[in-house]
């Protein structure tokens, strides 16, 4: 297992409108699957992996969820998600910031996926799936395609 790098991210408790910090720990292990290890106080080490950071993450924000607790990063925002590309090549790494109606563009709009983000900017894993579906749309995908997408 190899080490790639950590962050120190701040949590926020959806219960007591409270922050706190965490760790994140992200490792390769193989060419099939990547390892994101959670460290927190009050929740414990946590280890999610999957074929890219994003899936982790996703995975890791499911875990915080049902715990009340949402992770302030730019992958946690319901107005970001990765491109395939992103994804395959880059391991999820970095995500593009989506405008209804506007294509994401490179240069402007690609974000690393683990620098902070404003709790005011944050969502659920399904409300950030919903803005990335409402958003494909816009750029005049039809809803059949993404039923397709989904099996």
Not at 95 to 109: E, F, L, N, P, S
Not at 130 to 140: A, C, N
Request: contains cysteine; proline residues 2%.
């Amino acid at each position: 297992m190899h080490k790639l790098k950590q962050f120190e991210l701040p949590l926020y408790n959806i219960n007591f409108q409270e922050y706190s910090n965490c760790r994140i720990t992200i490792y390769e292990n193989d060419r099939e699957r990547l390892i994101l290890e959670f460290e927190h106080k009050l929740l414990d080490k946590q280890k999610f992996q999957a074929n890219d950071f994003f899936d982790c993450l996703c995975d890791l924000r499911l875990f915080l969820e049902k715990e009340r607790y949402f992770i302030l990063c730019n992958g946690a925002r319901v107005d970001c998600y990765p491109s395939p590309m992103a994804r395959d090549m880059g391991m999820g790494l970095k995500v593009y910031q989506m405008k209804m109606g506007q294509k994401a563009q490179r240069t402007t709009d690609l974000l690393k996926t683990f620098d902070r983000a404003e709790i005011s900017q944050i969502g659920t894993v399904e409300e950030q799936r919903t803005y990335f579906e409402k958003w494909l749309v816009s750029l005049g995908w039809k809803k059949e395609w993404l039923n397709r997408r989904k099996n």
